[in-house]
């Protein structure tokens, strides 16, 4: 290891740490998996995750902040324009960058433009490949190969975050990139995502996990209000979709999806709040609001200076 990675007898190092990636790589499921908690939603579908989400590590040798982010893809409108955006200012504001990438023996071309980026970004970089479990150990050299061709990353970190392996080197090698510093959150933080941001997530991952083809990716929800009151919150949320037959799916014969979709999110929720939730869920129609910049906006995907 390199002098200037090392850490002082009594040096505390903390700093942050953005995740990027291909869609689908597993960087939520990592997140989540290096600070103990579902916070950020995930799922099997690709473009899951569609604003940035910070949460906070604290250990007794340093705190790492990470940035979770949208996969990075080729954008078709307005609302995955926003997405690319968000992950790709993340790599010129943050202390280290790590990418995540799957045990393939060959660069994905999607992947180019983020190696791009990273030659162009004066910061460190490690690379985890991830979903190591689906893979077996001989496949995973060729891997390793093909990445540290590609870009001279600092460290290459084999993990599974579904099965939590590798996990403590990639933390230790993370931190070990960090420079000297004091906690930048109190230890008790773990994310400074909203209640109310964090249960209109969990419906999405509700409506993704359940819903097909084009019509979760058209999913927007916003919470019309949550109360809590002595024995439960009161949550009410619209679900908007973009066309007429995309609401009639999400109702489904006799509001059977939306009552699917309804007690996955309650049970998630309760879990979050650690409380009874009565869930009320309506579903509108905002017709095609990914293609309008102004819609796109509305449902909070904007940048932070707009
Ligand atoms: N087998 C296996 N599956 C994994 C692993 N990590 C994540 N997954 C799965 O990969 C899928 C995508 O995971 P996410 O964490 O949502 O991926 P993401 O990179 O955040 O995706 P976007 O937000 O769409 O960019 C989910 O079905 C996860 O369960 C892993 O280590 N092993
Ligand atoms: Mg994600």
Redesign the pocket.
């Known amino acids: 290891m390199r002098g200037e990675e090392e850490r002082g007898p009594d040096g505390y190092r903390s700093g942050f740490v953005t995740i990027i990636?291909?869609?689908?790589?597993?960087?939520?499921?990592?997140m989540n998996a290096l600070v103990g908690m579902e916070l950020?939603i995930?799922?099997?579908?690709?473009?899951?995750?569609r604003k940035n989400m910070r949460t906070v590590l604290t250990l007794e040798e340093g705190q790492l902040v990470f940035v979770?982010t949208?996969?990075i893809h080729k954008a078709r409108n307005p609302l995955g324009e926003y997405m690319d955006r968000s992950a790709e200012k993340t790599i010129n504001e943050v202390d280290c960058v790590l990418m995540?990438a799957e045990p393939v023996s060959c660069v994905p071309p999607g992947e180019k433009h983020i190696l791009e980026l990273l030659e162009k970004a004066d910061v460190p970089a490690v690379l985890a490949i991830?979903?190591?479990?689906?893979v077996k150990k001989n496949e995973l050299l060729p891997a390793i190969d093909a990445y540290s061709k590609a870009f001279p990353f600092r460290h290459i970190v084999p993990?599974?975050?579904?099965?939590a392996e590798g996990l403590e080197e990639l933390t230790r090698v993370l931190l070990s990139l960090m420079p000297e510093g004091a906690p930048l959150y109190d230890e008790d933080t773990v994310t400074e995502e909203t209640e109310r941001e964090l249960v209109g997530e969990l419906i999405r991952q509700a409506a993704l996990r359940n819903l097909h083809d084009e019509v979760p990716h058209g999913v927007a929800v916003s919470i019309e209000s949550m109360k809590e009151e002595e024995r439960l919150w009161r949550i009410s949320a619209n679900i908007y979709c973009e066309k007429n037959s995309h609401k009639g799916m999400i109702i489904g014969k006799g509001g059977t999806m939306l009552k699917r979709i309804g007690s996955a999110a309650r049970r998630d929720a309760e879990k979050l709040l650690n409380k009874h939730v009565a869930l009320d869920l309506f579903v509108k129609v905002k017709k095609d609001w990914r293609e309008s910049e102004k819609a796109v906006r509305s449902f909070g995907y904007r940048d932070e200076t707009d």
């Open positions: 990636g291909r869609p689908n790589v597993g960087k939520s499921t990592l950020a995930t799922s099997a579908k690709p473009q899951t995750t979770d949208p996969g995540l991830n979903k190591i479990d689906t993990v599974s975050a579904k099965n």
